[in-house]
């Protein structure tokens, strides 16, 4: 193996039960004065969404907010907050939710000054370098789930809501500028929501761990991420005020997208199509793949998956991960199938096409051609 690779780690986090009271200060860090503050439709109205927007009014910053914000956000929503952003006369975004209001208010600082199309800064080559740079406002990133990590990464996923393709949009600069991680917001996520996005990070981190390009920082991360989930998720799942477990799987979180640097695979790959079509909850997806994949990837991630068992006091090597995996499914109610998630008769050729032209896919420890991926998703279908 040639140990070489380009690194990179993640941004200044402020991480701590009520350091959201610390907003105005990040926006000040960040050199935003006029932040438009941007969420989903469900966050909108709820306390801790009101209680930062008052935050931010009482320093002199405004409280402007737009939340026009899909699950699944996509290009119309960027359009509409984009125009919001430009009208409104701000310069900076605070990203604030789960992984669509992150995802959508990165995009938007992303694209508020650029004068290319969306898609032509997919994540492809050096697309990225398309982009005026100069042009990229500011973003304080504030989670209020512990699952996709994107408050420390610097990609968005935007589904195309005219091909219900999934797509990876990429700048250096998606990064935010500070991030808030404060596990006081995440306590009034329902338990269905608690579940899949700590399954989402637990993804995140079998993944990066398995993938097999180097990055040792990576996999040890990783490695440790797992271990987070595994202890604390069950916890936070069954006592959602329980702010010890909240915040180690907000650390959880951040640790599985900074991970994934390393690559991703199966999971995603199949997920993400399967997300784009059927609007599915994207962690309880990765939740229902990951048994079959982990079987599909055997011969290539038996032997570290064993190491993995070891650290995470689980017996029986590669074996025990995968059982200890499906209990722990059982545990928190995820479906086995695809059915169980309500997609009925999929469309196998149009996911197993999605799933091969995914990003994710050229991080599987075994290569995915249709034939073999078409046997996978058959297994997932059940």
Same mark, same amino acid.
């Given at each position: 193996?040639t ?42 109205d709820?306390?801790?969404?009101? #209680? ?13 907010? $737009? ?16 125009k ?16 669509s ?19 032509? $800064? ?10 005026? !740079? ?20 610097r ?11 999934? #797509? ?13 991680c404060d ?8 338990? $269905? ?14 993944? %990066? ?16 991420g ?9 916890? %936070? ?29 199966? *999971? ?8 784009? *079509? ?19 990837n ?7 998956? !064993? ?5 995470l ?6 074996d ?10 059982d ?11 309500? *997609? ?39």
């Amino acid at each position: 193996m040639t140990l070489t690779a380009n690194w990179s780690y993640p941004t200044a986090v402020r991480f701590g039960a009520g350091r959201i009271s610390e907003i105005a200060d990040a926006c000040a860090a960040a050199g935003i004065k006029k932040p438009l503050l941007i969420t989903d439709r469900g966050l909108a109205d709820m306390e801790i969404t009101q #209680k930062t927007l008052d935050l931010l009014e009482a320093a002199g910053l405004g409280r402007a907010l $737009f939340a026009d914000v899909d699950p699944n956000p996509n290009e119309k929503n960027a359009e509409a907050g984009v125009k919001a952003f430009n009208e409104g006369g701000h310069d900076g975004v605070i990203a604030f939710g789960g992984g669509s209001g992150l995802d959508l208010g990165k995009l938007v600082a992303f694209l508020a000054g650029q004068t290319r199309p969306l898609w032509d $800064f997919e994540d492809i080559g050096d697309y990225w370098t398309r982009a005026n !740079a100069d042009a990229i406002a500011p973003i304080v990133a504030v989670p209020t789930t512990a699952g996709t990590g994107s408050e420390v990464g610097r990609a968005s996923v935007i589904t195309n809501s005219e091909t219900e393709e999934k #797509k990876i949009i990429f700048h250096p600069k998606f990064l935010p500028s500070v991030v808030i991680c404060d596990p006081e917001l995440t306590v009034g996520m329902p338990k $269905f929501i608690t579940a899949g996005t700590g399954l989402d990070a637990f993804a995140h981190c079998v993944e %990066a761990y398995c993938s097999p390009h180097y990055h040792p920082m990576s996999q040890g991360m990783a490695l440790e991420g797992m271990r987070l989930v595994k202890e604390y998720l069950p916890r %936070a799942y069954a006592d959602g005020s329980d702010i010890e477990a909240r915040a180690q799987m907000m650390s959880a979180a951040a640790m599985g997208a900074t991970a994934f640097q390393k690559g991703l695979g199966a *999971i995603h790959a199949l997920s993400h199509p399967i997300g784009a *079509i059927y609007h599915t909850h994207h962690g309880t997806t990765n939740a229902v793949c990951m048994p079959a994949v982990l079987q599909f990837n055997k011969p290539a991630i038996e032997g570290v998956l !064993a190491q993995a068992a070891r650290y995470l006091d689980i017996d029986g090597g590669f074996d025990g991960f995968c059982g200890f995996v499906d209990a722990f499914n059982d545990s928190f109610g995820i479906p086995k199938t695809l059915a169980g998630l309500g *997609i009925e008769n999929p469309d196998i050729d149009r996911i197993v096409a999605g799933a091969l032209i995914d990003p994710s896919t050229g991080g599987n420890p075994v290569e995915m051609t249709k034939e073999n991926t078409t046997e996978l998703l058959l297994k997932i279908i059940g």
